[in-house]
């Protein structure tokens, strides 16, 4: 078991909601400025804001229906870096299949996760901190992270081998939001003037990578002094959640406002990645979010990363860089940023702005 290689022991949170603790430990209690607030914590709904619900079977409609389509894709990735798709053509059994096999995981008995436990070095497998700080404040989720391409990154010894489908339905599941991405890519490279391939060539043609990362936020007995996971932009490409349609969680920053999302049934929700940002030299733009915590039910979400090769440079597109729009961002591997993230640790979009530095 590699947790040694974390800076202090590793608790998992699961462990810590199941003890009975009325109190949560204080390296979960987020200073008063990072505390998600009654006061900060405006409705979205109530405001009028609510992110956009795109029903992706437009794309196959007549022209002026994918057109309609393609616009509400481009105007929501300039707007909001966020949009729920349905109709996506992944089928609700699989869904269903997917949520209840990492359910069950995590109801494994604790001595058999930890068995997976992972390390910095890769951040594959069963783990509860995301950032390698010492004294860092951390965030009340456990979470299993996992590689699903390029073959050469996949370490299927990594995959639980319990329920015993997990790796199957997980495997099938990960073939059908490659496809996903792949038609939203296309999208996304056309809202930008470019060929539709143009996105898809940059992150490696077939050869992308793709990650996912399924989070439990354990019940908590403080939630309002704690987060489930702190405010970030992703660092990759593109994300698909299956977020959990019981229970709310996710928020996203709209200007001073922290907007939750209801899960549309059925639906996916997409966010841009500082990747396509840095491609699309700002024009699309990845946008913090967060999740809080809650004291009366667990929550489970699936998180679909899907990003450019590890070898792969990385910058602005040539063809979107004029005298008027110099390059916001230098180039970079994408390997290089994903390890800078990892060790920052989530700091809003403290990491993407930061490479404007550079």
């Known amino acids: 078991m590699d947790s040694q290689e974390w800076p202090v022991p590793v608790v998992p949170v699961q462990y810590l909601s199941e003890s009975g603790l009325t109190e949560i430990p204080a390296n979960y209690v987020k200073p008063p400025s990072?505390?998600?607030r009654a006061v900060s914590f405006l409705d979205g709904p109530e405001q009028g804001l609510e992110i956009p619900?795109?029903?992706?079977?437009?794309?196959?409609?007549?022209?002026?229906?994918r057109q309609a389509t393609m616009q509400a894709i481009w105007d929501a990735s300039k707007e909001w870096g966020f949009f729920q798709v349905v109709?996506?053509?992944?089928?609700?059994?699989?869904?269903?299949?997917?949520?209840?096999?990492?359910?069950?995981?995590?109801?494994?008995?604790m001595e058999e996760k930890k068995a997976y436990a992972n390390s910095p070095k890769t951040y594959e497998g069963y783990g509860s901190r995301l950032g390698v700080e010492k004294d860092a404040i951390l965030d009340w989720t456990d979470y299993f992270f996992f590689h699903l391409y390029p073959d050469s990154e996949k370490n299927l010894e990594k995959w639980p081998l319990r329920p015993e489908i997990l790796r199957g339905t997980t495997e099938e599941y990960g073939r059908e939001l490659v496809k996903v991405c792949g038609v939203l890519?296309?999208?996304l490279s056309v809202g930008l003037g470019l060929d539709e391939g143009y996105l898809q060539k940059m992150f490696g043609?077939?050869?992308?990578?793709?990650?996912?990362?399924?989070?439990?936020?354990?019940k908590c007995p403080q939630p309002e002094l704690t987060l489930g996971l702190s405010p970030h932009s992703d660092y990759g490409g593109?994300?698909?959640?299956?977020?959990?349609?019981?229970?709310?969680?996710?928020?996203?920053?709209?200007?001073d406002v922290w907007v939750p999302v209801q899960s549309a049934p059925g639906a996916f929700t997409v966010n841009v990645g500082d990747q396509i940002q840095v491609i699309s030299n700002s024009v699309y733009r990845s946008v913090e979010?967060?999740?809080?915590?809650n004291s009366s039910e667990e929550r489970l979400s699936l998180a679909f990363f899907y990003n450019p090769r590890g070898d792969l440079p990385i910058g602005p597109a040539p063809e979107l860089v004029t005298p008027h729009h110099p390059p916001l961002y230098p180039t970079i591997?994408?390997?290089e940023y994903r390890w800078y993230v990892r060790k920052l640790g989530l700091h809003g979009k403290l990491a993407l702005e930061s490479l404007k530095a550079m």
Request: charged residues 25%; glycine residues 14%; proline residues 4%.
């Open 205 to 218: 043609g077939d050869d992308i990578g793709a990650c996912m990362r399924v989070g439990l936020y354990p």
């Open 34 to 36: 990072e505390r998600p």
């Open 53 to 65: 619900v795109i029903d992706l079977g437009g794309l196959v409609g007549d022209s002026g229906e």
């Open 289 to 293: 979010h967060r999740v809080i915590a």
């Open 87 to 109: 109709n996506h053509g992944v089928s609700l059994d699989l869904v269903e299949r997917m949520t209840k096999v990492w359910k069950e995981f995590f109801h494994l008995p």
């Open 333 to 335: 591997m994408f390997g």
């Open 238 to 255: 593109l994300t698909v959640l299956l977020a959990d349609e019981r229970v709310k969680g996710l928020q996203i920053r709209k200007g």
């Open 185 to 187: 890519l296309k999208v």
